[in-house]
């Protein structure tokens, strides 16, 4: 059983100067509590997301860490041109020497991609876009004529670090595109209530058993939570729901503006939410408690932690990356 930190770099009530400096020092601390990897969103346009150019932040956490393996979940390709995100790859993997984690997608939101003038079904360009990031990873040269994108004999002169490629990341909303991931031997992760991830982590294992060899490790499996720990359990959920509740406006923030219906189902009550299952919150022994049950549930293998989210204190946050590493993650180690 592994643990993660998913990060969307929501905008809290601090200027994003101070933002930015505070989230690198819990960054700094996720690495020394021995999290495996941090991974963080990308948007565009709402207060959802300030970290609208992840390359530029996660070359400031490769610096800032040693251990911890960090990425973009994910980048939206459809808005990249290939060579461009190809190369920030290659170098945000040589900068950490190997621990860049490379989430890939099309992008969740029409409303962000109409801000780079696209428009309708995104499939097609971000298939594209892979397949020409891929070959260059793969072959450190690029011949492609597609509909989009045009390269002949383009030397790729930095490679990535790690051949052929970064671990691929995809985020599964269903058992078919969980299944799917399999086949690809990717990684995934889930935002989803119990009932929905299993049937993610189910559909991966039977896409796993049927496309890749007998024995084969299985990938990561990933299911993300808003988590707040505290000495007592008032305190954690007077935090947590507060900072829920910003976290939520944040998240419908330009579908609320366009007056469209947000792709996701997430409860806009904090109490709805931790019913649930999607916030863990209380003590030390109660997040243990309930993050055991939850990984029994679901199947999965790898935790992802939303710890500052919302208008959480940078000090709560340190806690909770304390108590995390002190109290929960290692009683949960064996899990899986």
Not at 229 to 243: D, F, H, L, Q, Y
Not at 275 to 302: F, H, S
Request: hydrophobic share 45%.
């Amino acid at each position: 059983m592994k643990f993660g930190v998913f990060d969307h770099m929501d905008r809290g009530p601090n200027p994003p100067s101070q933002q930015y400096r505070e989230r690198l020092e819990l960054v700094a601390a996720y690495d020394r509590a021995g999290f495996h990897a941090y991974h963080l969103a990308e948007h565009h346009g709402t207060p959802l997301g300030i970290a609208a150019a992840p390359s530029v932040y996660l070359a400031a956490v490769a610096q800032r860490t040693s251990r911890l393996r960090f990425g973009p979940m994910v980048y939206t390709m459809s808005i990249y041109h290939p060579l461009r995100l190809l190369e920030e790859i290659c170098m945000l993997d040589q900068m950490s020497e190997g621990r860049l984690e490379l989430g890939i997608g099309r992008g969740i939101s029409p409303i962000e991609m109409g801000f780079y003038g696209m428009s309708g079904d995104l499939q097609e360009r971000y298939q594209e876009v892979l397949a020409v990031v891929m070959q260059g990873l793969e072959t450190g040269r690029l011949n492609h004529a597609g509909k989009y994108f045009t390269f002949s004999d383009v030397p790729v002169e930095l490679p990535p670090y790690q051949r052929p490629h970064p671990p691929l990341w995809y985020g599964a909303a269903r058992p078919d595109t969980a299944a799917w991931a399999a086949g690809q031997r990717m990684n995934v992760m889930s935002n989803g209530f119990l009932d929905a991830v299993r049937a993610i982590t189910d559909a991966f294992r039977e896409g796993w058993a049927r496309t890749q060899p007998a024995g084969a490790p299985l990938p990561l499996m990933g299911m993300s939570r808003h988590v707040v720990i505290a000495s007592a359990e008032r305190v954690a959920v007077k935090v947590a729901e507060s900072a829920y509740h910003r976290w939520f406006t944040s998240l419908l923030y330009l579908w609320r503006q366009k007056n469209m219906q947000i792709p996701l189902n997430f409860p806009e009550n904090f109490a709805d939410a931790r019913k649930a299952g999607l916030c863990l919150v209380g003590t030390a022994a109660m997040v243990r408690e309930q993050a055991a049950e939850q990984i029994a549930a679901t199947g999965i293998n790898y935790l992802l932690c939303r710890i500052a989210f919302g208008d959480v204190p940078f000090g709560q946050s340190m806690d909770t990356v304390h108590a995390l590493s002190e109290e929960v993650l290692p009683a949960l180690a064996d899990a899986a």
